[in-house]
Antibody, heavy 117, light 110 residues
């Protein structure tokens, strides 16, 4: 059974940093592109970052230069390093598995990040 | 990249059919047959319902179907059931390994 379990969320002050983790199981992690998607309370979904099997990374303009996605295949783990955090980054962050570019077929339960003083 | 446009809400009675639209641009929906749809119940993670415009993952009811014309994709739910009440989001590949989601639609079963 495919499982994705996020961790690392919490309360952080504006300008601070946080590192999220996503533990994957039930599939060959190294063979899949992976993503982070976030959702502010009561708002819609927003794609945050992607990483390919070769370690290539992609970001939207809203987080480029502040967020870094990475993976450690030996540990079946996905990470999101978030720096220079702003109030607008407050959201539940989900990790999701890529379905060959056609969608996101498995999602974790999410981890809440709150940026506030 | 601007969010794809969806109606804020759609409602229908049990047994009826409803359609949710998802309007993008020639840079996303119009350029790629890589539109997916997600169902999200309150407090839960999104669930993939449709991928590649019209394909259903294993286990998803055939009451859910997808289509696309030009810059607009659509999700149709036929034989509406109480369990279909949820938020629905479309998503499109937007080139250069980027993705854009829709604004979301709340489906209410009357």
């Amino acid at each position: 059974e495919v499982q994705l379990v996020e961790s690392g969320g919490g309360l952080v002050q504006p300008g601070g940093s946080l590192r999220l983790s996503c533990a994957a199981s039930g599939f060959t992690f190294s063979s899949y592109d992976m993503h982070w998607v976030r959702q502010a309370t009561g708002k819609g979904l927003e794609w945050v970052s992607a990483i390919g099997t070769a370690g290539d990374t992609y970001y939207p303009g809203s987080v480029k230069g502040r967020f870094t996605i990475s993976r450690e295949n030996a540990k079946n783990s996905l990470y999101l390093q978030m720096n220079s955090l702003r109030a607008g980054d407050t959201a539940v962050y989900y990790c999701a598995r890529d379905l060959g570019g056609e969608g996101f077929d498995y999602w974790g339960q999410g981890t809440l990040v709150t940026v506030s003083s | 990249q601007s969010a794809l446009t969806q109606p804020a809400s759609v409602s229908g009675s049990p047994g009826q059919s409803i359609t949710i639209s998802c309007t993008g641009t020639s840079s996303d929906v119009g350029s790629y047959n890589l539109v997916s749809w997600y169902q999200q119940h309150p407090g839960k993670a999104p669930k993939l319902m449709i991928y590649e415009v019209s394909k259903r993952p294993s286990g998803v009811s055939n009451r859910f179907s997808g289509s696309k014309s030009g810059n607009t994709a659509s999700l149709t739910i036929s034989g509406l059931q109480a369990e279909d009440e949820a938020d629905y989001y479309c998503c499109s590949y937007a080139g250069s390994s980027s993705y854009v989601f829709g604004t979301g639609t709340k489906v209410t079963v009357l």
